[in-house]
């Protein structure tokens, strides 16, 4: 087979695989970084990365938790590099703004809000269950912690929620 | 019925639903059929992750695939090791006389080259690392748990034989803000450290050298491979298995 071959496979592969995840993967990045200027950086430096290392994915199956752990891995690298300050809500960027911009649900702006404010380590479990559809197991493995440490806190980070939206409404 | 084989009571029930409001985990299902009360909880912590998923999709923009790179057009400081199947290292002829012993006054090496300054910092925060971590050079013939090894070298990171050699050291530690595995083998003159680095990228072999020991950063795929040996440590033997040994998941 030539080498034109070869890398049109790949392209085409590739194109596949991001197609079909890539709402996903910025989904996932936004979430994460709580900035949608950033999460298309990450998401950019992710697909960089990814096409450089196509051949480690062996099965298209497996490519949402491959191109999410890369996703991971990016953030982390873009904070390492920048040594950003943790967002306040109360100073935004216009993209953090536009991202928690009011919906015309009232309750829904409001859980947005309470999402963005929840710590990382109970935001990111979250996300990962709730709009990746990722098992305990899938999202322990990815955060490299245990199952139970992902339950205590889901169960946390809903009750959070429940308790920020309970608040507001009674405001 | 809970997955330990107990009744699950109403507090058990609150917490697991909360976790996880599908109902996935076994007994609950039961245990709501029966409890007026938590089926509400239920029904409300349902309604709830319905709002948290809309509030959660939020407006993704249009797909822009940056300039993908023809493969191998960067590849060129990486150093490809010619395949030799992982095998057994022999015992040390050491082992069992000496029971247990830190090697820590040997680490203080240092970076040898002209790489680019991230190679050396690289460099640099490899040997702090290592020497934080004394006490884990130890000689021993005992080697760490299959479990504990297969949480440090989990898929996330990729996957590595265990043939490599004697595994008596396996933790996750940070490096750059990444969690790697840092592994201790029994090599044939000492402990030899191994640091795994999937998110380091280096631009070639980059030496560490010092008065009794001996080291290297080796580029591997998209990441690199620490091993720190003894000075009369065979490394560039130890090198060639370690790297055949290594496969990075991303």
């Known amino acids: 087979m030539s080498s034109n071959s070869v890398d049109l496979k790949r392209r085409e592969r590739f194109d596949r695989v991001v197609g079909v995840l890539h709402r996903d993967l910025y989904r996932y990045a936004a979430w994460l970084c709580r900035d949608p200027g950033i999460a298309e950086e990450v998401v950019q430096e992710t697909l960089l990365r990814a096409w450089k290392s196509l051949d480690a994915l062996r099965e298209d199956s497996a490519a949402k938790s491959w191109l999410l752990t890369i996703v991971r891995r990016e953030n982390a690298r873009y904070f390492a590099r920048k040594r950003l300050e943790t967002v306040d809500i109360d100073s935004l960027t216009p993209g953090q703004s536009a991202m928690l911009a009011e919906s015309e649900d009232p309750n829904l702006a409001t859980m947005r809000q309470a999402i963005f404010r929840l710590e990382d380590d109970y935001r990111e479990p979250l996300v990962l269950q709730v709009l990746m559809g990722h098992s305990t197991k899938e999202i322990a493995e990815l955060m490299s912690i245990k199952p139970g440490a992902v339950l205590t806190r889901l169960h946390r980070a809903r009750i959070k929620l429940k308790d920020e939206v309970a608040k507001e409404a009674a405001a | 019925m809970s997955a330990s084989g107990k009744i699950m009571n109403c507090e058990d029930y609150r917490e697991a639903i909360a976790a996880d409001p599908s109902e996935s985990f076994a007994g609950g299902a039961e245990h709501a059929a029966v409890c007026g009360s938590c089926s509400a909880y239920r029904a409300?912590?349902?309604?709830?992750?319905d709002t948290i998923t809309k509030a959660l999709a939020i407006d993704v923009p249009e797909l822009k695939i940056p300039d993908l790179p023809p493969i191998g057009e960067d590849d060129g400081n990486v150093v490809?090791?010619?395949?030799?199947?992982?095998?057994?290292?022999?015992?040390?002829?050491?082992?069992?006389?000496?029971?247990?012993?830190?090697?820590?006054?040997?680490?203080?090496?240092?970076?040898?080259?002209?790489g680019p300054e991230s190679d050396r910092l690289l460099a640099e925060t490899v040997l702090a690392h290592v020497d934080h971590e004394p006490w884990a050079l130890k000689v021993t013939d005992v080697s760490?748990?299959?479990?504990?090894?297969?949480?440090?070298?989990?898929?996330?990171?990729?996957?590595?034989?265990?043939?490599?050699?004697l595994v008596s050291y396996a933790q996750s530690c940070i490096i750059n803000g990444n969690t790697i595995p840092h592994l201790i083998i029994q090599g044939e003159k000492g402990p030899v450290t191994l640091l795994l680095l999937p998110d380091e990228m280096v631009h070639g072999a980059v030496s560490l050298s010092g008065k009794s020991v001996n080291g290297v950063i080796l580029p591997h795929g998209n990441g690199s491979i620490a091993i720190i040996g003894e000075r009369e440590e065979r490394i560039e033997e130890l090198k060639r298995r370690v790297v055949d040994s290594v496969e990075w998941s991303i």
């Open chain 2, 44 to 49: 409300e912590m349902r309604a709830l992750d």
């Open chain 2, 144 to 165: 760490v748990s299959a479990a504990q090894f297969e949480r440090v070298v989990n898929p996330t990171i990729g996957t590595m034989d265990r043939n490599v050699g």
């Open chain 2, 80 to 114: 490809n090791m010619p395949f030799r199947r992982a095998t057994r290292i022999t015992t040390p002829a050491w082992i069992g006389i000496a029971a247990s012993f830190a090697l820590a006054a040997i680490i203080g090496v240092q970076f040898v080259g002209n």
